[in-house]
């Protein structure tokens, strides 16, 4: 049987073969019993039909997938996750890939909070204080604790967990790195076998050595090129993960931007510079410190191994020495980079922040003509920065020429030293002195010369070491040079951290309360005094015992406007806020909006923008980039208004509805892209916002000033078109034409005993009398007029009067003219 089972290959036709291989079957399927041959067919039926079924489930899942795709991607729109996910399709090539966009988790930053409020009293150099204070302490940017606890908390959000595509570059990038220290090594070898058969006329020998040669240099120049890639991929990936994590801190719904230059001032006027160049050199500088770190660590204790095989314990412990001296020293004369770098990029920053602001306000500044004083600003703050640069120039210099000779010159002069050990101590040299020392047992007759064996084997050794001692030297000085590269990343993981502390201190409103800080007295309205709640989800707006305070940085107090505000707007109860300039009226939306703190009482309000929610308009209407439709919609994007089901049509009639329905066809389309402040008026672009809110129907809207540049028939028609769609008005104006749009009044600055406020119904009796009495005051003051202008025409009559000599109308001089000084009575 086991002879029927084994096929004869060799020398058989292919007839044969087949014959043979079915005798084989039939002999094993007689084997089998009846009952498992119909078990094996039934499993087989089943897993045909099942993949089948598998399959065609599949190919229709694809298949609606794809479908879906290409209508998401025809109409600019995305699918929505229920953890915040967004899934969207871009074109690529010829196909379609899906990019899913996570957002970063609450419970994220729950956990992050305590690495950037709360660090190691180990790390807090500046006062020791046991919880965080603001502004932040200003550590020494160096290196030190601090810097190892900010590091290491950056580096949790770089590499959120070991599964991430950050740890799987940093492993490449490692292997590359070993892979590159192993090449070096080779490459003193074949150095010095190539010397040594250049030395000895082996031509052949020559030849191999460099078609080896070529060949390592090749895989070299490509392992080279591959640490460099991986490096700049790991760069980018890290300003990923962080310029995401801040983004999303940085932009949430509880106004962060807002509060974090208006509220806190920790980080001053320039966020824009610590979000974009800060971060940039942070995440360049982090990248190239695995590499200018990793790789010379790795050299170090390999060719520190080799050269100890070769040169002998004398020589490593010269090499050791040699490397603690060097650290020592140049530790101790190294200026202090981290602390100089931070105060460059701070320097920066404010002459970037100069830049910003001359370009936000070129229209003011050209209309009153002051490109002179802006340039004095700018020039000195140039000068500030400038000064400073040249100062770290100078500094670099000096350390430049003692670092370049140290390392260069005095290790290459050591290095010979270190080489020449095997000749001169043979019993110590290692493998080197072992090769010296049986020659010289075995040649030595006095007066003989060395052999050419010896001659080439000390050739060898002396190129193979030199080279090793070479690539020892780059890798110090990689580790030297290194830091100094960690004293700027020292400066700029300060300035990162400084962002990232200050972003969590706003989002968690953790102030610390003046009254437990030694040196400080409690003020009152101040960001750690903030005892009032807001409130949302409420049908309405309501306002009970508020003061009205316009709030200081920290920790400084706030001013109070109004002491106490209360009063409630509910659906179909239009209200008008007047008053003058400066009593707190755009303050009451700040409030509401949740821009400034509700000090005491209770603020509530409606969710956010919606059919059921609440929108407000501010004094400056924005305009965003991107097209028409976009400033039309905003903020919602075009996949946002493509799921709501709107379209072009629609926002058509929402133009025409808010007296712009030109603007298309004027501008080019809805797909247009314009710098739209600078295109639209100063009444489109508040006619504009009437748009947004015609579109987003909420159910309450506060409009702070936003038909101050509209002629007052379009006012009112603009009104009337909101009220009709359902929409509550809260008004801030001055213009008394705006109450026939309105329900109540709340007029502020009365400065009344009892209250500097009043809320009243508009059209009832008492504001009737009290139109009455205003009227009858003016009727006095015209009562008035005649002798106003009696007493105008004496002023004037005295005024014409002149010193002329001689004229009877003539005033007598006053005694400092003639120098005489008037008699006392």
Not at 624 to 653: A, K
Request: hydrophobic letters at 40%; glycine letters at 8%; proline letters at 5%.
């Amino acid at each position: 049987m086991a002879a029927q089972s084994t096929l004869n290959v060799g020398g058989s036709p292919p007839h044969q073969l087949l014959k043979q291989y079915i005798e084989i079957l039939r002999s094993r399927y007689k084997q089998t019993s009846r009952p498992a041959c119909l078990a094996a067919t039934l499993a087989l039926l089943l897993s045909v039909i099942s993949g089948s079924y598998g399959g065609y489930r599949w190919w229709i899942w694809r298949s609606k997938d794809k479908a879906q795709e290409r209508t998401l991607l025809r109409r600019n729109s995305g699918l929505r996750g229920k953890d915040g996910s967004r899934v969207i399709f871009v074109p690529y090539r010829n196909s379609t890939a899906k990019v899913v966009i996570y957002p970063t988790k609450t419970t994220t930053f729950d956990a992050h909070r305590r690495l950037f409020l709360n660090p190691p009293r180990a790390a807090r150099l500046s006062d020791g204080q046991a919880t965080p204070s603001v502004p932040p302490p200003q550590t020494k940017a160096g290196l030190n604790l601090a810097f190892l606890h900010q590091f290491l908390s950056l580096l949790s959000i770089m590499i959120p967990r070991w599964s991430s595509k950050e740890t799987a570059l940093l492993l490449s990038h490692g292997m590359f790195l070993i892979l590159r220290t192993y090449l070096s090594l080779i490459v003193a070898r074949l150095d010095g076998a190539i010397v040594r058969d250049l030395v000895a006329g082996q031509g052949r020998s020559f030849m191999l050595g460099l078609l080896r040669w070529l060949s390592v240099g090749t895989l070299a120049s490509y392992t080279n090129a591959m640490i460099k890639f991986l490096q700049s991929k790991i760069s980018i990936a890290f300003r990923t993960r962080l310029t995401r994590y801040i983004h999303d801190l940085y932009l949430h719904p509880q106004l962060n931007f807002y509060k974090l230059t208006n509220l806190d001032g920790g980080i001053g006027q320039g966020a824009d510079q610590f979000i974009t160049q800060d971060l940039t050199l942070f995440c360049s500088a982090a990248a190239s410190l695995y590499s200018s770190l990793g790789k010379p660590l790795v050299d170090l204790f390999v060719f520190n191994f080799q050269l100890y095989r070769s040169l002998g314990p004398i020589a490593l412990t010269g090499l050791l020495s040699n490397y603690f001296a060097t650290a020592t020293l140049l530790r101790r004369l190294s200026p202090p980079f981290g602390k100089l770098t931070a105060v460059e990029g701070r320097k920066e920053g404010d002459f970037r922040g100069l830049h910003a602001r001359l370009i936000a306000n070129a229209e003011e500044v050209a209309f009153y003509g002051g490109a002179d004083i802006e340039k004095v600003y700018l020039n000195k703050s140039f000068k500030d920065l400038r000064g400073w640069m040249e100062g770290i120039y100078s500094l670099k210099v000096r350390y430049n020429m003692l670092e370049d000779f140290i390392l260069k010159y005095s290790w290459s002069a050591f290095g010979y030293i270190i080489t020449s050990l095997p000749i001169f101590l043979p019993a110590w040299g290692g493998l080197g002195g072992v090769l010296e020392l049986a020659h010289s047992s075995s040649d030595s007759t006095p007066g003989i010369t060395l052999s050419d064996n010896l001659q080439r084997g000390r050739m060898k050794e002396f190129i193979t070491n030199k080279r090793l001692m070479l690539s020892l030297a780059d890798a110090g000085g990689r580790m030297m040079y290194s830091i100094k590269d960690l004293s700027e990343l020292a400066g700029y993981t300060s300035r990162v951290y400084t962002l990232i502390s200050t972003l969590h201190r706003v989002h968690a409103d953790a102030y610390l309360n003046p009254r437990h800080r030694p040196g400080f007295h409690p003020e009152l309205y101040s960001l750690s005094d903030v005892q009032g709640t807001l409130h949302s989800g409420f049908d309405g707006l309501r306002f009970e015992d508020v003061p009205i305070v316009a709030p200081s940085l920290y920790p400084y107090g706030g001013d109070e406007l109004v002491e106490s505000l209360s009063y409630v707007v509910h659906s179909g109860e239009h209200l008008l806020i007047s008053g003058s300039n400066g009593v707190g009226k755009s303050a009451i939306a700040r409030i509401a909006a949740g821009l400034w703190p509700v000090y005491r009482g209770l603020v509530s309000r409606p969710r956010a923008i919606g059919m059921d929610g609440i929108m407000f308009l501010p004094q400056r209407p924005y305009l965003s980039i991107g097209t028409l439709r976009d400033q039309v919609i905003y903020p919602h994007t075009e996949m946002d208004m493509r799921e709501s089901g709107r379209n072009e049509y629609q926002l058509q009639n929402i133009l025409n509805d808010a007296k712009l329905g030109y603007l298309p066809d004027r501008e080019g389309g809805w797909d247009t892209r314009k710098e739209w402040k600078d295109v639209l008026s100063g009444g489109e672009k508040q006619r504009m916002a009437i748009a947004r809110l015609l579109y987003h129907e909420p159910r309450y809207a506060f409009i702070d000033e936003g038909t101050s540049a509209v002629s007052s028939d379009v006012e009112g028609l603009l009104y009337q078109t909101a009220k009709d769609r359902g929409i509550t008005l809260i008004t801030i104006s001055t213009r008394a034409s705006l109450k026939r749009y309105h329900s109540f009044n709340l007029k502020l600055g009365l400065g009344a005993e009892s209250a500097d406020w009043e809320f009243q119904k508009i059209g009832t009796d008492e504001e009737k009398l009290g139109v009455e009495r205003e009227l009858q005051e003016l009727r006095k003051r015209l009562g008035q007029v005649e002798e106003w202008k009696r007493r105008r025409e004496e002023i004037e009559a005295e005024l014409k009067k002149v010193l002329i000599e001689g004229s009877e109308d003539a005033l007598d001089p006053p005694p400092y003219i003639e120098g005489e000084v008037p008699e006392e009575p």
